[in-house]
């Protein structure tokens, strides 16, 4: 089992920032992939940003340029600067990891965090 744990979510003013921290805990394999997803008011959940254990980054078109993830592997935590808020920003978000059994990557558990609120006022 894994757990996730995500801390700094906050209300903040357009053109703020914040910080958002996610630590994992429990049986997770070297490759993997940890990162962020948000759900808006009336919204699908999207992508916000991923980094692998490789370093690899893939960000959402709404948030390239803006926001930047880190991690560090030997504590698997995840970090989110998110810049220049919007109030399109405003949504709840989510860690979620992806790790591999082993080295097949044949097979990989998905697991998610309950969640950080996130508003951003105008």
């Known amino acids: 089992q894994v757990q996730l744990v995500e801390s700094g979510g906050g209300l903040v003013q357009a053109g703020g920032s914040l910080r958002l921290s996610c630590a994992a805990s429990?049986?997770?394999?070297?490759?993997?992939?940890i990162g962020w997803y948000r759900q808006g008011p009336g919204k699908q959940r999207e992508l916000v940003a991923t980094i692998t254990s490789g370093g690899t980054t893939d960000y959402g078109d709404s948030v390239k340029g803006r926001f930047t993830i880190s991690r560090d592997n030997a504590k698997n935590t995840v970090a989110l600067q998110m810049n220049t808020l919007k109030p399109e920003d405003t949504a709840v978000y989510y860690c979620k990891l992806r790790t591999y059994i082993n080295y097949d990557l044949a097979l990989s558990y998905e697991y998610w965090g309950q969640g950080t609120q996130v508003t951003v006022s105008s």
């Open positions: 429990g049986s997770i394999f070297s490759i993997n992939t």
